[in-house]
């Protein structure tokens, strides 16, 4: 599955942004979607999953109340709208795909496909 990743950008804190992921190869059906971020000097960082069948939504704690993670039929995308925003959510976003359990969606190492990353930048 190929992916692109977009909609990162600069905002001020408290701001919002909307990140969006398309798979161009094959729809998302019968795959775990999820997003992932990476700041400067850290480690990749789970923030949020949702399976495509049934729609389950995991999480990151960081996050939670925050983000929230859709998927749209119509277009193939599996979209991350980030509400709130904080000067500590600056990093580079990237989806990846895979067939995850559940108690796995937060393993990076689950997901097989990923795409390349877009920088979101939160001002203070």
């Known amino acids: 599955v190929q992916l692109q990743a977009s909609g990162g950008g600069l905002v001020q804190a408290g701001g919002s942004l909307r990140l969006s992921c398309a798979a161009s190869t094959r729809t998302f059906s019968g795959y775990t979607a999820a997003w992932f971020r990476q700041a400067p000097g850290k480690e990749r960082e789970f923030v949020a999953a949702?399976?495509?069948?049934?729609?389950?939504?995991v999480y990151a704690d960081s996050v939670k109340g925050r983000f929230t993670i859709s998927k749209n039929n119509a277009l193939n995308t599996v979209d991350l709208q980030m509400n709130g925003l904080k000067p500590d959510d600056t990093a580079v976003y990237s989806c990846?795909?895979?067939?995850?359990?559940?108690?796995?969606?937060?393993?990076?190492?689950?997901?097989?496909?990923w795409g390349q990353g877009t920088q979101v930048t939160v001002s203070s």
């Open positions: 949702i399976r495509w069948n049934g729609g389950t939504t």
């Open positions: 990846a795909v895979g067939r995850p359990i559940l108690s796995y969606f937060r393993s990076p190492e689950a997901y097989t496909s």
